[in-house]
């Protein structure tokens, strides 16, 4: 897994070898979620949906509106189920997959990737 190290510009013989570690096992645990979604063979309004049910949050700080938020985020779920509904009607447990997976996104840590 140092191949992901240096792929992404860091140099495994600078770094701290705990933090060299943090890094390859969120990289690898980013690069698992990103073969599943490709595994999935996610289409281009799939991805349009997933993309916006992540900018609709409503736990934003700040927010002035997050009832408008929350409804865009509602819209875009009901989007991409009627989407799946349509083009993929012999996936019924797509939807949740592809919601379970965009979740599971959340695990991974965006400090330990930053360098």
Same mark, same amino acid.
């Given at each position: +897994?140092? @191949? &992901?190290?240096?792929?992404? /510009?860091v140099? +495994?013989? =600078?770094t701290?070898?705990g933090?060299l570690? *943090? $890094? !390859?096992?969120q990289?690898?645990? &980013?690069q698992?979620?990103?073969h599943?979604f =490709? @595994?999935?063979?996610?289409?281009a309004v799939?991805?349009a949906?997933?993309? /916006?049910i %992540? &900018? $609709? ?11 408008? %938020?929350?409804i ?5 779920? !009901?989007?991409?189920?009627h @989407? ?5 009607? /012999?996936?019924p $447990?797509? $939807? /949740?997959?592809?919601? &379970? !997976? !965009? *979740? *599971?996104?959340?695990?991974v840590?965006?400090s330990?990737?930053? *360098?």
């Amino acid at each position: +897994p140092k @191949h &992901l190290a240096v792929e992404a /510009g860091v140099q +495994p013989e =600078h770094t701290p070898p705990g933090r060299l570690q *943090s $890094f !390859l096992q969120q990289a690898q645990m &980013l690069q698992d979620i990103l073969h599943k979604f =490709h @595994h999935m063979q996610v289409d281009a309004v799939e991805y349009a949906c997933l993309k /916006g049910i %992540v &900018l $609709f949050k409503t736990d934003v700080q700040l927010l002035r509106d997050p009832s408008t %938020v929350a409804i865009l985020q509602d819209q875009t779920q !009901l989007s991409l189920s009627h @989407h799946i509904e349509v083009h993929k009607p /012999g996936q019924p $447990f797509r $939807f /949740g997959k592809l919601l &379970l !997976l !965009l *979740s *599971s996104l959340r695990e991974v840590q965006q400090s330990s990737l930053e *360098s």
